[in-house]
């Protein structure tokens, strides 16, 4: 059975960068035709859509974030990173990774990890 | 805000029907973009409960339900029991947004 467990700093100052893994196992990250994801969750409030990376590499980030988003696959480690750039305390979020599966031509998410709460402040 | 617009809370008693609506617009839902929902307990990780409006992952109880019709969607909760406390989120997608977009999230109390 697929697990994502995320790891990362929990705390960033402002202006500087967040940085996130998420490790899977129980399966390869390369393997079969996925959307690697994040998605943020700020405290007591709804889901936002950060981005993902297809099995093909290719990346898609939430217009909103674009600018100041990466995420990665290292193959080697089976892992995937983020990295946000410039945080404010709106940055401040549970961060989730997630699997993005693709069936009737849509994506939908599915295991997610348990989520690493990101504080941002001086 | 979110594009896709959830009621904050809906409530009702053991054994009764509530329903969470997810409402969209002619980008999202009513271009044809399928709808999920996902269930969060309290303090864990969201959790799917329906794809692609209407299909239940294995393990996922027949009592729940979704439809979706025009600009948009439905989950439907029968015989509501204590455990089925929790906030539910829809998910779609929008293109014009050109990104994936989630409702406000509804919570569902059982009184």
């Known amino acids: 059975q697929l697990q994502l467990q995320e790891s990362g700093t929990g705390h960033v100052k402002p202006s500087q960068t967040l940085s996130l893994n998420c490790a899977v196992s129980g399966g390869f990250i390369h393997h079969g035709s996925y959307a690697w994801t994040w998605i943020r969750q700020p405290p007591g409030k709804g889901l936002e859509w950060v981005g993902y990376i297809y099995h093909s590499g290719s990346t898609y980030y939430n217009p909103s974030l674009k600018s100041r988003v990466t995420i990665s696959v290292d193959k080697t480690r089976n892992r995937l990173s983020l990295n946000l750039t410039a945080v404010t305390a709106a940055d401040t979020a549970v961060y989730y990774c997630?699997?993005?599966?693709?069936?009737?031509?849509?994506?939908?998410?599915?295991?997610w990890g348990q989520g690493i709460l990101v504080t941002v402040s001086s | 805000q979110s594009v896709l617009t959830q009621p904050p809370s809906v409530s009702g008693a053991p054994g009764q029907r509530v329903t969470i609506s997810c409402t969209g617009n002619?980008?999202?839902?009513?271009?044809?973009?399928?709808v999920h929902w996902y269930q969060q307990l309290p303090g864990t990780a969201p959790k799917v409960l329906i794809h692609n409006y209407n299909t239940r992952p294995s393990g996922v109880p027949d009592r729940f339900s979704g439809s979706q019709s025009g600009t948009s969607a439905s989950l439907a909760i029968t015989g509501l029991r204590a455990e089925d406390e929790a906030d539910y989120y829809c998910?779609?997608?929008?293109?014009?947004?050109?990104?994936?977009?989630f409702g406000g999230g509804t919570k569902v109390t059982v009184l």
């Open positions: 998910q779609s997608f929008d293109r014009s947004l050109s990104a994936v977009i």
């Open positions: 997630a699997r993005g599966i693709y069936s009737y031509g849509y994506w939908w998410f599915d295991p």
């Open positions: 002619i980008s999202n839902i009513g271009a044809g973009f399928d």
